[in-house]
């Protein structure tokens, strides 16, 4: 029922005018807040428009915030019937095309764009061409027909050339015929006005020039609701842009796991579109590893997991991997628009609708396997001395625009202060080949190599301070780049560079696992340069040397580190000469020569306090200590490593103190304080945690386990011995120089493994390898056993 004012019936209009003003506000500011023009707002108040389309009605309750039953009232007052057209026009078939295929993995971001479709007159799909915007427009709009009940209007834009063709375009589409003495523009804007209509723009990107049409559209037609797919957006006043991302891939690190490779959504693609061209395929065990690697090397884009998949009519999934380039750019279905035939094809449309400035630096960021900051970009965005170089400010407002071109993903940092940028691999390869043809390769390496070199030998003290921990995990983010630079350097044979990097890099290398690498490097650069100075390959030698020590391949460590420390030695240079007498000790000491162990050290340690580097010292006397609790004098290992202690703290060094937590919770052993130990060893795996170290932490993981073996809790025991090794695995580490004899780990092992039944025995060691290191870590800190129950 409606109410009544003395003999006056409320309408809709009033009422809204009764209610807008009991919120204080103004006609422009509820028409701003609910998308609407100040203009229709008017013309409801009034009485001059006495249909709403119960779209508008819902969005002024929205925006007004009315109560369950404000809102029931004012929608009570909605006349009963459809507003009659005010256009002469041919009633337009709502003509949505109809893919061949289902869309899949896409469940979230349908629910999102649906939910936007409700709240938002202009929104905007952006991305890299095949990343599937269409596909997503079409799902969308068929179940949110509903609430538009004049229907959705689907025009494809692609194949026009000229954005004064879009107005007319549209026209056409929606069942306009050309007037004389009007434009298609008025004849457009008459029909739309009062109705409630959703209209899909399919491929705007080309036609940006007529973004202000679409915005004079919108502010003309209250109830219209456009929603467009573009690679960039049209930087409109109320626009929602919607990035679509790639579908999500399997982890790379377990691309064995048939079950986890088959629920993620670019594995369900390609296993479908793969079934649909030979029905005989099938996800198994023996293809999944391919599978998942040809959907991270995709990035995940639909386009490319579709004529990748339909390819396996002829090639096994491995025959696939190996030859995935000439797979894309090989033809594909017919039905496809003639820009998404290929790969190239798709990017070549992207890359040819940006000017000359962002295609430079488009190319000139192909260097960055690993994503960039602005500061890198703009350390390699433009070649040196060239005349109109971008200045900094250039650099970011180009960035920018390839961001909203969608070749460009932008993602925030680790610490949400900082962005970083990155080229999906496909795109970044495709932009490689044209800065190849460009002739700009040589400079953007070299400026790429520069900078990472540059960083790393800023790094190299950090790495000694009590900032490690944030340059450890800088120098991991950054990683990529700078094995891309480390190759740059030696495939142009400029060796100096290679070594600088290696001699900074080492310690990262060391505590983040990347030995064998790190080692093999520097062999590649000894073998290639025959002029190397004395300074450039004693320091060469040593990083070697000590790379090959930390994977316990002490044959080919012993002569490196000796001709390493002979040169130094001959140069006097004190740290250097303290760092192979270092590396020189931990291979005595992995080789049970204890006391050569200790004479190593001890100069080392002096050598490195008459430098001032306290830092390195602290470690040299924990290594000091455990080469004599090795020999099992308890008495000179427990001051020493007090001492190593005592200056780790000192300076804040905290994976100095993890060495010595281990050393001093053996020393705890040894004089029977199993409970001081057991405190120690817990200490000291929470902060490997903390730091990433990983080897100490597997090391702390097998004490523990220990400690559980020696008070019967086997199974829990024999998970964290478990977890211990395959983390150890991992990380490629095989020489544990401040560990006890291995034999004893072997010894403690074997005689637990006894006391348990064989098929328990093997489970619980099981579901330890297959715990992540966050999990292990977990488990051993909880001795109530929630991780994993006994």
């Known amino acids: 029922m409606r109410d009544k004012v003395g003999e006056q019936e409320l309408t809709f209009g009033s009422r809204l005018r009764r209610l807008r003003e009991a919120a204080g506000l103004t006609q422009e500011e509820l028409a701003l807040r609910a998308g609407l023009s100040p203009r229709a707002i008017s013309a409801l108040e009034r009485g001059e428009r006495q249909r709403p389309y119960p779209h508008t009605a819902r969005t002024l309750a929205d925006t007004l915030g009315l109560s369950e039953e404000a809102r029931a009232s004012l929608l009570a007052t909605l006349p009963r019937g459809a507003a009659a057209p005010t256009a002469q026009a041919t009633t337009p078939e709502v003509n949505l095309p109809v893919p061949p295929t289902p869309l899949l993995g896409r469940e979230r971001e349908l629910e999102q764009i649906r939910a936007f479709l409700r709240e938002v007159r202009l929104l905007t799909l952006t991305g890299l061409g095949g990343v599937g915007k269409t596909r997503l427009a079409l799902e969308s709009t068929r179940d949110a027909a509903e609430d538009f009940p004049d229907g959705v209007a689907f025009v494809g834009l692609a194949s026009l050339v000229d954005p004064d063709l879009v107005v007319p375009t549209i026209a056409r589409s929606v069942g306009l015929r050309e007037a004389r003495g009007q434009s298609p523009y008025e004849m457009l804007r008459a029909h739309l006005r009062e109705k409630c209509l959703l209209l899909v ?99 995940g884009l639909p386009l490319a997991l579709e004529l990748a998949a339909a390819k396996v009519r002829f090639l096994a999934p491995m025959e696939l991997l190996s030859r995935l380039d000439q797979a894309l750019e090989a033809g594909a279905a017919r039905d496809l628009p003639q820009r998404q035939r290929t790969m190239r094809a798709t990017l070549d449309w992207s890359y040819e609708l940006l000017h000359g400035p962002e295609k430079e630096l488009f190319r000139r960021l192909s260097v960055f396997p690993g994503g960039f900051t602005l500061e890198e970009a703009e350390a390699v965005g433009a070649e040196p001395g060239a005349t109109g170089a971008p200045a900094d400010e ?109 001699w900074a890099l080492y310690v990262f290398w060391w505590y983040r696992g990347h030995q064998r690498e790190g080692r093999r490097w520097m062999e590649e650069a000894l073998s290639k340069s025959a002029a190397m100075s004395a300074s450039t390959r004693a320091k060469a030698l040593f990083v070697a040397g000590a790379m090959a020590a930390g994977h316990d391949d002490f044959q080919s460590a012993k002569p490196l580190l000796e001709e390493s420390l002979s040169l130094f030695r001959d140069l006097k240079d004190k740290r250097g ?102 405190r120690l060893f817990e200490e000291g795996l929470t902060y490997s945690a903390e730091v990433g170290e990983k080897t100490n932490a597997a090391l702390c993981l097998e004490e523990l386990a220990a400690i559980a073996a020696s008070d019967d809790r086997l199974v829990w025991a024999a998970r964290l011995w478990g977890a211990a090794e395959a983390l150890l695995k991992r990380i490629e580490v095989t020489a544990l120089p401040y560990a006890p004899d291995r034999s004893l780990y072997q010894g403690q092992v074997a005689a637990a493994r006894t006391r348990l039944d064989e098929q328990t025995w093997v489970e619980a060691w099981a579901e330890g390898r297959a715990m992540t290191f966050e999990q292990a870590v977990a488990y051993a800190l909880d001795r109530r056993d929630v991780a994993v129950g006994d």
């Not at 594995?267 to 029905?279: G, H, I, K, T, Y």
């Not at 940028?421 to 390769?441: F, P």
């Open 201 to 299: 723009l399919d491929n705007f990107e080309h036609l940006l020039g007529a973004a202000p049409e679409v915005s004079e559209l919108l502010g003309s037609c209250p109830d219209l609701t456009v929603l467009i797919t573009s690679r960039a957006p049209l930087r409109l006043r109320g626009e929602r842009e919607y990035p679509v991302p790639p579908l999500k891939v399997p982890d790379p690190s377990r691309v064995s796991e048939v079950e986890e490779i088959s629920d993620a959504p670019a594995a369900r693609l390609f296993v479908e579109r793969a079934q649909e061209a030979s029905p005989t395929f099938k996800l198994t065990e023996a293809n999944a590893a391919a599978v998942a690697t040809i959907c991270w090397r995709l990035d």
């Open 394 to 502: 250039d650099v970011l407002l180009l960035v920018g625009n390839l961001v909203e071109q969608s070749l460009v993903v932008a993602d925030p940092g680790d610490d949400e202060d900082t962005t970083r940028y990155r080229l999906l691999e496909l795109v970044r390869q495709y932009a490689l080949e044209k800065l190849e043809e460009s002739g700009e390769a040589e400079d953007a390496h070299r400026e790429h190599a520069e900078f990472f070199l540059e960083l790393a030998e800023r790094a190299d003290p950090e790495l000694r301070g009590p900032n490690q921990a944030l340059w450890l995990a800088r120098l991991e983010q950054e990683n990529d780049n700078l094995r891309a630079a480390m190759l740059w350097a030696l495939s142009v044979g400029d060796d100096d560079t290679a070594v600088r990097l290696g």
């Open 577 to 678: 000469a303290a760092l192979a007498l270092a590396g020189t000790g931990l291979m005595a000491l992995n080789q049970k020569q204890h006391e050569r162990g200790a004479i190593c050290f001890e100069e080392a340690a002096d050598l490195f306090l008459e430098i001032g580097d306290k830092w390195t010292a602290a470690v040299m006397f924990s290594y000091l200590s455990v080469a004599w609790l090795n020999q099992g004098d308890h008495s000179r290992a427990k001051p020493l490593a007090e001492r190593g202690l005592a200056l780790s703290q000192e300076v804040l060094h905290r994976r100095g103190t993890l060495t010595i937590l281990y050393v001093l919770a053996r020393v705890a052993q040894a004089e029977r304080n199993h409970e001081q130990a057991r």
